[in-house]
């Protein structure tokens, strides 16, 4: 999607030109003052489109034969250095950044001339700088400095890494080298390596450069240190997790934000702490997603194992108390049924023990009558005992028994 106002720099510039104020223009003074914008909105505290100025009309122009340009170009940056206002030297360099860093055909200027003015404008205008804050809102940083001239001291580790040097009396410290360097130094230049940062997201890409970056490290004064970071072009994302992360992107591998490991190609790690996350490239998803998937089903295998177990131990138990209550009932029935063919004998016992009795009473009974019919002794005495025997009563043969006598 194309800019909304590109078309508005071609003619800007050719009216610069025109009327000699290229400079003015390259610095946004005054009525050469350009709202930087894009598809995104308007940025009215940034101090002109310089970018947009370069891309949209000096190339252009360049490209299509006037080679005069170019030297028009770094004769205005010179010519910005020496007006006399409070933020010449921060335009100047502004200015020269958005071409040496830019994508666009990169005609010759000498940077050794406007390293140079700016130097000398950094140093004639330093009271200035140190009282000026209109630019330095732009890094919306509260840690950082809150004058242009120490914010031009922060963004010099910028330039520095550009090959310009804002500052005559730079002084550069070297950081000693980091174990990421120290093992990728010795690793081929085209090796495809995977690298995972910290939350999952995993990438693979080759080495594209080795960078020199600056830190500054100064507090009043210009002093950085140079560290090396090795870039890495990503091809691809083996497993996502960060958007700003994906195919195309320039990472900084030993950067201030490290990755957790990096590995090659076959999922090894040759830094960071070892994993069992990953293994394989990008070339293996199919077959890395194969694993993944029976390294789960395993875990299920083994968690099914488990409840298994558990399933088992629990019918055990639950079979064992079935048991345990079936012996009890048998043995309650077995105890009742012996308890019910004792009370039976028992009874029985009883039984035929009261019939013996009867028996052997009949039998005395029979026994004494009989001694009794049979006794001749009634009537004498024994012992001193009178035995008298029953009276015996027999009615007259001559008595008359009428059946009347016996009604009421």
């Known amino acids: 999607m194309a800019y909304k106002n590109e078309h508005i ?6 009216k610069a030109r025109k009327k000699k104020c290229l400079d003015k223009l390259l610095a946004g003074r005054g009525e050469w003052f350009v709202v930087q914008t894009d598809m995104f909105g308007d940025f009215p505290g940034r101090p002109t489109a310089v970018n947009d100025i370069y891309i949209f009309g000096i190339y252009p122009i360049y490209k299509n034969g006037d080679a005069s340009i170019a030297q028009e170009t770094e004769d205005a940056i010179v010519k910005i250095c020496q007006q006399k206002y409070d933020d010449d030297a921060y335009l100047a360099a502004h200015a020269l950044y958005y071409h040496i860093s830019g994508s666009g055909p990169l005609f010759p200027m000498d940077k050794d001339r406007l390293q140079t003015a700016i130097r000398e404008c950094i140093k004639r205008d330093e009271d200035k700088l140190k009282k000026c804050s209109k630019w330095v809102d732009t890094l919306h940083d509260t840690h950082g400095p809150r004058d242009l001239y120490h914010f031009l001291q922060l963004q010099n580790s910028i330039y520095l890494q550009l090959g310009v040097d804002l500052f005559e009396e730079t002084r550069i410290e070297h950081e000693e080298t980091n174990e990421i360097a120290e093992i990728l130094q010795g690793r081929p230049v085209d090796e495809e390596l995977l690298v995972e940062y910290p939350g999952g997201t995993i990438v693979s890409g080759v080495i594209d450069e080795i960078r020199e970056n600056y ?39 030993n950067s201030r934000e490290k990755p957790k490991r990096i590995m090659d190609s076959n999922g090894n790690v040759i830094w960071g702490a070892p994993h069992n996350e990953y293994k394989g490239n990008r070339r293996r998803k199919g077959i890395n997603l194969l694993k993944k998937i029976v390294e789960i089903s395993m875990r299920y295998k083994i968690l099914m194992l488990v409840l298994l177990i558990l399933i088992g131990v629990g019918a055990f138990y639950w079979g064992y108390s079935l048991v345990n209550q079936d012996t009890k009932a048998d043995n309650m029935v077995v105890e009742t049924n012996t308890e019910k063919s004792t009370t039976e004998s028992s009874v029985e016992t009883a039984n035929t023990k009261a019939e013996e009795d009867l028996e052997k009473m009949a039998r005395e009974l029979d026994e004494h009558k009989k001694k009794v019919e049979e006794d001749k002794s009634i009537g004498t005495r024994t ?26």
Not at 9 to 14: A, C, G, I, N, T
Not at 217 to 236: F, N, T
């Open 9 to 14: 720099f071609l003619p800007l510039v050719q």
């Open 215 to 253: 830190d500054y490290i100064g507090i009043d004064e210009p002093l950085y240190r140079k560290r090396e970071d090795y870039i890495l072009h990503v091809h691809d994302v083996i497993q996502g997790g960060r958007e700003e992360i994906g195919p195309g992107r320039l990472l900084a591998l």
């Open 383 to 408: 012992n001193g005992t009178v035995k008298v025997a029953p009276p015996k009563f027999e009615a007259p043969k001559d008595l008359k028994v009428r059946q009347a006598d016996f009604k009421d």
